[in-house]
């Protein structure tokens, strides 16, 4: 079943049941009492573990409303499990970046500091906090984690071996990603991102000798960071991934 468009959808932490009422909390009964306006009615709430529900709203006095989960809408699928790890960049696009990785189906958001790294002390509750947004807005259930920040050596010396990580280079030799892509076996997968003034030569030579590693190039125009976020996604998971 898809998702509603139509309804307002509600990440919330309590565990969903039929009829097991909870109360909506501070931040979600503002929005739905003053913002909404909706004393009573549905919304779609999940969890991350539950599935999605069509639930009661309650209003039980003017600041706070309770939830009261009535039928289960959709299933909780499975996490997606590609790993997707990037270089973060100014505030705006760094927002705009994580929204689009949670639409596109990442599992886990893993910022990365690389050399060229601009922003070494992202807001990882900002990224939470965003990556939640764009699952109500985008009917996702699987919420991703977003992991705290690790510097690139760290990254790869930690990185389970049998993961694919694919990195976007974009110093290769070629402008076609694709049989590149179609050559990879394994099932996990990763997938970096550098920043804006890409990888130094360095971080290339060490990526590229890794055996757990695959360069792909993304075309023959040179794209901003957060553009080739979403290119690259949509190639892996159109080739190799869960489209």
């Known amino acids: 079943m898809r998702a509603n468009y139509k309804m307002q959808r509600l990440f919330v932490e309590a565990d969903l049941v039929a009829g097991g009422a909870f109360e909506a909390g501070q931040q979600h009964s503002h929005y739905l009492l003053n913002v909404l306006r909706m004393a ?5 709430v ?15 006095s003017k600041k706070a409303a309770w939830l009261r989960p009535v039928e289960q809408t959709r299933p909780q699928p499975k996490k997606p499990d590609l790993v997707y790890c990037f270089a973060p960049l100014k505030q705006g696009r760094l927002d705009y970046l994580v929204q689009k990785a949670v639409e596109m189906g990442a599992g886990l958001l893993q910022p990365v500091i690389t050399q060229h790294t601009q922003v070494t002390k992202p807001g990882i509750d900002r990224l939470r906090a965003n990556a939640v947004e764009a699952a109500e807005q985008c009917g996702v259930l699987a919420v991703p984690e977003v992991a705290e920040a690790l510097r690139l050596d760290r990254l790869l010396a930690g990185w389970d071996k049998d993961r694919r990580l694919i990195f976007c280079d974009e110093d290769a030799s070629t402008d076609n990603p694709l049989p590149a892509l179609r050559a990879i076996s394994e099932q996990k997968l990763g997938l970096l991102i550098g920043p804006e003034g ?18 792909i190039p993304l075309g023959p125009r040179i794209l901003r960071a957060d553009t080739a976020g979403v290119a690259a996604l949509a190639l892996v998971q159109a080739t190799i991934g869960d489209w």
């Open 40 to 44: 009573e009615g549905e919304v779609l």
């Open 46 to 60: 999940f969890n991350g573990r539950d599935g999605e529900w069509r639930a009661a709203v309650e209003a039980r």
């Open 198 to 215: 890409g990888f130094s030569d360095d971080e290339r030579k060490t990526l590229r000798a890794l055996p757990f590693v695959t360069a």
